[in-house]
């Protein structure tokens, strides 16, 4: 899935919001943005094993190398959601969620770390005779999904909003992602089921699973704190729920998407050409994507800081200070 892209032109985009921001190749004070890397050593001609998957929590971030280990790096998180299992091998997905993290086995199994919470059960999807034959994973605020080779969902964690309610006769699923405090699952016929919204003093209904009718053709989704996101085969977004950002309003002409991200209260799209697009809350400047930045195959972004994934196997990040 790698290969070498050549960027066309760099387009610039100014969204008047408040904290706002669309953003594609936009100078960034490199001072201060966390760059992560994979260096050939110079005492071996041999090269390090590259990184292949990213995945950013709320103040942390994980990626996976194509030997099937894992590296975290915590900023401004606790030591233990970076501290990676010593025995952690053949991991061939990653999920990063608010305080832990998630990783996929190559045997189906998941393993979880970070921290525990016993009424959220998160660490039952490491021990569960049920989370077996796993083909997807997805962490949420407190809450995570688990797609199994036969299109059925479990969820686990959290039961504020009803995240863990799946609904009766949910199969055909291929892709699944948690957000805050819903979820989003693709089916295998381009159609996307969501559930979770929620209402009251502490979490405001937006919307967020509210799927727009005649939303079909889709081939992407991802779930954000209090918003959606969904890709569609002509490489266009559809976005709802929380707009207080701007969040919700996809930037205009954005038409050659290959890939979403939908973090706390930004978003990124990855462009055909190898480009990013950012869009959303930019307090941090978590949406000035770097002027330099080309050759992109994969994005995530997170609470407060955004990642890109290059074709030579690194990683580099901005926002988080």
């Not at 025995?87 to 970070?114: C, H, M, P």
């Not at 525990?116 to 605020?141: F, K, M, R, Y």
């Not at 002027?291 to 195959?297: G, I, K, P």
Request: glycine share 10%.
């Amino acid at each position: 899935m790698w290969r070498s892209l050549l960027i066309a032109s760099v387009l610039l985009f100014a969204l008047l919001l408040i904290s706002g921001c669309v953003s594609q190749s936009q100078p960034v004070n490199n001072t201060s943005t966390p760059s992560i890397t994979t260096v050939p050593s110079s005492t071996s001609a041999e090269k390090e094993p590259e990184f292949i998957a990213i995945s950013a929590g709320e103040t942390h971030y994980l990626a996976l190398r194509n030997d099937g280990t894992i590296a975290a790096w915590c900023p401004n998180a606790a030591k233990i959601v970076c501290t990676v299992p010593s025995n952690l091998t053949e991991a061939t997905a990653i999920s990063a969620g608010s305080q832990y993290n998630l990783a996929l086995k190559r045997d189906g199994t998941v393993v979880f770390w970070g921290i525990p919470d016993a009424h959220q059960q998160i660490p039952t999807l490491a021990n569960s005779t049920e989370i077996s034959n796993i083909t997807a994973i997805s962490a949420g605020v407190a809450h995570s999904l688990v797609l199994k080779n036969d299109g059925t969902v479990i969820a686990r964690g959290s039961t504020k909003c009803g995240v863990r309610d799946i609904p009766k006769n949910l199969t055909n699923v291929k892709a699944i992602s948690a957000g805050g405090f819903h979820n989003l699952v693709l089916k295998d016929d381009g159609t996307v089921v969501a559930w979770g919204n929620c209402s009251g003093n502490v979490y405001t209904e937006f919307g967020q699973a509210n799927v727009p009718g005649n939303l079909t053709d889709i081939i992407a989704v991802s779930a954000g704190l209090y918003h959606s996101l969904a890709l569609k085969r002509d490489g266009t977004v559809v976005a709802w729920g929380n707009n207080e950002d701007g969040q919700s309003n996809v930037p205009k002409n954005l038409t050659d998407v290959i890939a979403i991200s939908a973090g706390y209260r930004h978003n990124l799209a990855l462009e055909g050409d190898g480009t990013v697009v950012a869009w959303g809350n930019n307090e941090v400047g978590q949406c000035e994507v770097p002027m330099n930045l080309t050759e992109v195959v994969a994005i995530s972004a997170g609470k407060i800081q955004s990642l890109a994934l290059k074709n030579d196997g690194t990683v580099v990040a901005w926002g988080m200070k």
